[in-house]
Nanobody
Framework: QVQLVESGGGSVQAGGSLRLSCRASPYSHNCMGWFRQAPGKEREGVAVIHTADGVTTYASSVKGRFTISHDSAENTIYLEVSSAKPEDSAMYYC????????????????????????WGRGTQVTVSS
């Protein structure tokens, strides 16, 4: 079972940048990603990465502004947030699918929360206008 610990959230002004980190223990899983949820709103997929080949998928609302990446040596995924907007304010959650290294996981990662079994506790991002 993998444990996920997020860090790097905080407050930033509109147009600013910050980087979120999510460390997986004991190791990264096949598909890992970021989801977010703002008060009164449904959970929204942000970005997902296939950790073996680095293929990424983004929500249209963040494409071109956010970048997801994976460091295999650190078992960590990152989310670079740039050109931040007030509507990006939310609790950001790291997620991992059920497939550990060596498992026959999917070759394509889909930004669908129900495919992810493991979740971190979240890190808050607040963007002020």
């Amino acid at each position: 079972q993998v444990q996920l610990v997020e860090s790097g959230g905080g407050s930033v002004q509109a147009g600013g940048s910050l980087r979120l980190s999510c460390r997986a223990s004991p190791y990264s899983h096949n598909c890992m990603g970021w989801f977010r949820q703002a008060p009164g709103k449904e959970r929204e997929g942000v970005a997902v990465i296939h950790t073996a080949d680095g293929v990424t998928t983004y929500a249209s609302s963040v494409k071109g502004r956010f970048t997801i990446s994976h460091d295999s040596a650190e078992n960590t995924i990152y989310l670079e947030v740039s050109s931040a907007k007030p509507e990006d304010s939310a609790m950001y959650y790291c997620a991992a699918d059920p497939f550990a290294p060596g498992d026959y996981g999917p070759v394509e990662c889909i930004l669908f929360a129900e495919l992810f079994d493991f979740w971190g506790r979240g890190t808050q991002v607040t963007v002020s206008s």
